[in-house]
């Protein structure tokens, strides 16, 4: 067995062609490049089995050789895919199950009989040894498609595949080719887009989750793990989000981000790091650009729509609706300029080469200190946060409910986290009464963006429109506030479940 290491790219034809033949790759090149041709054959029972364990069996004919290759385990961090990997060569286009018993591939029970061909890949290899700053590095350009039935899609990504050397010098390789030519950081393998071709399904939308903390855990690694769960649900998203094959792909890059802001927060608090600050800014920079286009989603779909709704004959309302409709589709089309920018992705990539770095050796940070009294620390500081923010509800104006309205949402993050190592009941309790509050404050939050963004469609023409969309909106607003101070009273009577 063994453990195939590397970081998939994403690139277009013609930029491919362009950095074959860039000064760059000669002066990093170990010999000449070889050119394959590889056609691949991948198998599956009819239910799937393989792909439902996380596993992908292939036949790949490359010249006169046939290779049998089957692949599982591992996972992909920030981009850089690492997964176990049992290969022998095989007579010929068959599989040959002995040979994979021969070398320890762990093939389930049962699916021997039902294995049949799925899908298959045809494609041009375009390989270099690459030597940089001390690590061996295979840089594969791959061009080709990959066919299910009639299906089709198009292949064109670089593969840096590390020989020796360390996982950052990949990053670090990728951010040298980014400056020549745009890339993006691919997060499914060829395989994985020949299981959708199959299915004919597009990319399951990728919901928040934290990894499951155990208090035997150094701090590092819980922080480390937490950083890697945030980037792979942005990651998983931004396809689709750029496609629009849904809106929930952009909310839950939006939410990954928040998420990601929180967790590189805790990572600053624990140790000072240059590299760490500079990334939180960029990324809270990133958050700020989303936000925008949300508020204008907010605006157009839960704000005019409903009202727009009651009042079906209501001219000016329908004129409003389809101004707002516009600017919504600016902000949109500006969001994809963010989201498909190589600004993105060398930010997607400084995240992955820090996170390989040096701010993770435990020997340097931990000094004795313990994940659970970590969480608590953190837990408290952001409780007393809400708890300063909160102040007296009864006359708080809009920027001090603005700031209770993010110190909940930070504090409840940090209970998603942390709560594993709490009681269970107690944290349950805890974050549905916070959940409750947040909501609440959501959508006086929701409100106070729509009078902002009223103000800048105002005109003489809309004027009353919008005093009638005001007077729908304030009297929300009275009722949010009201049930704001009970969810506030429900709350604040919660004990701290980390004490």
């Known amino acids: 067995m063994a453990l195939e290491i590397e970081l998939k790219l994403r690139i277009a034809s013609g930029h491919m062609n362009q950095l074959k033949r860039h000064p760059l ?19 599956d029972t009819p239910k799937l089995e393989l792909h439902r364990q996380e596993m992908a069996l292939r036949l790949r ?12 385990g591992g996972g992909v961090e920030a981009g850089l895919h690492s997964r176990n990997e049992w290969e022998s060569p095989v007579a010929g286009e068959a599989l040959d199950f002995a040979a994979l018993k021969a070398c320890g591939a762990p093939l389930p029970k049962g699916v021997r009989k039902k294995l049949q061909p799925i899908f298959a890949t045809d494609f ?27 299906k089709f899609r198009a292949i064109s990504e670089l593969e840096l595949e590390l020989k020796s050397g360390e996982p950052q010098q990949l990053f670090k390789l990728a951010l040298a080719l980014l400056d020549i030519v745009p890339l993006e950081v691919e997060h499914a393998s060829k395989a994985e887009y020949g299981y959708r071709l199959h299915g004919g399904d597009k990319p399951a939308v990728s919901k928040a989750k934290f990894p499951r903390l155990e208090p035997s855990q150094s701090i590092a690694a819980a922080l480390r793990n937490m950083v890697a769960a945030c980037l792979l649900h942005v990651q998983a998203n931004i396809p689709g989000a750029l496609q629009k094959l849904d809106e929930e792909y952009l909310h839950q890059v939006r939410v990954g981000l928040r998420r ?19 990334l939180h800014e960029d990324v809270a920079k990133l958050c700020v650009q989303l936000g925008r286009s949300r508020e204008w989603d907010v605006f157009v779909t839960q704000t005019l729509s409903p009202i727009s709704k009651r009042l079906p004959r209501h001219a000016g309302m329908r004129e409003l609706l389809r101004a707002s409709g516009k600017i919504r589709k600016q902000h949109h089309a500006g969001l994809d300029g963010s989201l498909a920018s190589p600004d993105l992705q060398r930010l997607l990539l400084r995240l992955g080469h820090w996170m390989q770095g040096g701010y993770w050796q435990e020997n340097i940070i931990e000094n004795g200190a313990d994940l659970t009294i970590f969480a608590a620390q953190v837990l408290g500081k952001r409780s007393m946060k809400v708890s300063q923010r909160a102040g007296s509800l009864a006359e708080a104006d809009t920027a001090q409910l603005h700031a209770l309205r993010i110190a909940c949402k930070k504090l409840r993050y940090s209970a998603e986290i942390f709560g594993a190592l709490f009681p269970a009941a107690q944290t349950k309790r805890y974050v549905a009464a916070l959940s409750a509050l947040q909501d609440t404050m959501g959508m006086l939050n929701d409100i106070t963006v729509a009078r902002r963004l009223l103000a800048e469609m105002e005109n003489e023409k809309r004027r009353e429109t919008l005093a009638l969309i005001r007077g729908w909106m304030e009297h929300d607003y009275a009722a949010h506030l009201a049930a704001l101070r009970r969810a506030w009273k429900k709350f604040a009577g919660r004990e701290a479940f980390w004490v």
């Open 124 to 150: 041009s290899r375009n390989i270099r040894l690459l030597t940089f700053e001390g690590a061996q590095i295979e840089l594969c350009m791959d061009s080709g498609e990959i066919r299910a039935g009639k």
């Open 61 to 72: 004919r490359a010249g006169k050789q046939w290779l049998q290759t089957l692949k599982g």
């Open 260 to 278: 990601l802001r929180v967790v590189l927060s805790m990572a600053e608090a624990y140790r000072h790091d240059d590299e760490l600050q500079a």
């Open 25 to 43: 790759l000669k002066t990093l090149a170990s010999g000449n490049a070889a050119t394959r041709k590889l056609h691949n054959v991948y198998y």
